[in-house]
């Protein structure tokens, strides 16, 4: 298995619609003073970038493996024991995941003919986050079932950290 790398791509871009609700977020309340008059956008923009930014996020916490779980018992297992707890975890996972990429699928091509309030988009646009971040977060899953992903699954590294 790879160490896990400090940056990945799903980190990256959850931090980049990060810095761009913070910046909508300054616009908005500097708009509200005698400075100028904000934008009518900014408050859609921002609860638009706010969900982009937690669904992207939930992809990089499954790279990282870091979501949280009732562990007591599972750890107190031999490792074997654990790791096939923990696989048919994600089994599961996996297809809820699967299943709602699908329902992702089909809001976006039920809502594609709706314009948003304020911002000259459709309103998929706003429900391709769901579906992008569960396709990233199935990735990882399967990655990890595969073998070939991060998997936190020793009770001695979650003290450590």
């Known amino acids: 298995m ?27 309340i500097f ?10 956008w900014t408050e859609e923009a ?48 996996l297809g809820i995941v699967l299943d709602l990429v699908w329902i992702g699928w089909k809001t976006i091509v039920r809502t594609w003919s709706n314009e948003a309030v304020t911002l000259p988009v459709s309103d998929a646009v706003l429900y391709a986050s769901g579906f992008v971040a569960m396709i990233l977060i199935a990735n990882r899953i399967f990655r990890r079932i595969a073998g070939i992903g991060y998997r936190n699954d020793s009770a001695e590294t979650e003290v450590a950290q």
């Open 2 to 28: 790879k160490p896990l790398r400090k940056y990945s791509p799903e980190g990256t871009v959850a931090s980049v619609f990060f810095i761009a609700l913070f910046v909508v977020l300054m616009i908005q």
């Open 31 to 40: 708009g509200r003073t005698p400075l100028f008059t904000g934008p009518v």
């Open 46 to 93: 921002a609860r638009w970038l706010w969900v982009w930014m937690a669904m992207i996020g939930i992809a990089e916490v499954e790279r990282t493996d870091s979501q949280l779980r009732m562990g007591f018992l599972v750890e107190t297992l031999r490792r074997r024991a654990r790791l096939a707890v923990f696989t048919a975890i994600d089994i599961v996972y």
